[in-house]
């Protein structure tokens, strides 16, 4: 029999991304098994709650606002690339290959969940569309939401009289076309550039 504080403890991590009761219980029971671990990982999570916030401007998260992106004197101001999440932020800061600044929306527009311009951060990315700004790449994700957030986007930058461009989407290094969901190939079609 399973008491009250354990109980509590398996469905807060079952409510976590990609876990489910099942893999729940075997988290709480190898925490219960070591609990120097347990101890270090309740203490992190406090410090890390206490300690993160995001980023006034962009959306970013991190320990200091303006983030450390936004008030960086190396990184190209006149860009802004705009991704769903903090996770497509740091997926792009592991490539290496982006020094422009970024707008994080906090997720996409959604019908079907109800997601306006105004639950995401658009307000603020408007705000930022000024005159030193020379281009806005949308790197939204390529999903039918993904796709028509950054059609909404594209139109305000345009407003704006800013350049807004999108990532190319297509088929990944290694690839084989038998192997490609048809909206990769779909798109990846569209997008044809010369050899
Ligand atoms: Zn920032």
Redesign the pocket.
């Known amino acids: 029999m399973q008491q009250n504080s354990l109980r509590n403890l398996i469905s807060i991590i079952a409510k976590l991304p990609g876990l489910g009761r099942r893999s729940a219980r075997r988290i709480a029971l190898h925490l219960l098994q070591h609990k120097e671990l347990m101890h270090k990982l309740s203490e992190s999570i406090i410090s890390t709650a206490k300690e993160m916030k995001f ?6 998260l ?1 320990s200091v ?3 450390a ?3 960086s004197s190396t990184r190209d101001k006149s860009l802004i690339c705009v991704v769903e999440g903090v996770a497509d932020l740091w997926a792009l800061e592991r490539s290496r290959l982006y020094n422009g ?2 707008h994080v929306l906090g997720g996409t527009l959604s019908a079907i969940n109800g997601t306006t311009p105004e639950s995401l951060t658009i307000d603020k990315l408007k705000r930022r569309l000024v005159s030193n700004i020379g281009e806005v790449i949308i790197a939204t994700n390529a999903t039918l939401e993904g796709e028509s957030t950054g059609h909404y986007i594209a139109s305000l930058v345009e407003k704006a009289g800013i350049k807004a461009t999108r990532l190319a989407h297509g088929i990944p290094m290694g690839a084989e076309l038998d192997h490609m969901d048809d909206g990769t190939l779909t798109i990846a079609l569209k997008l044809r550039q010369l050899f």
Not at 55 to 60: F, G, K, S, Y
């Open positions: 980023c006034e401007i962009c959306n970013n991190d606002s303006p983030c992106i936004c008030s600044l970024y």
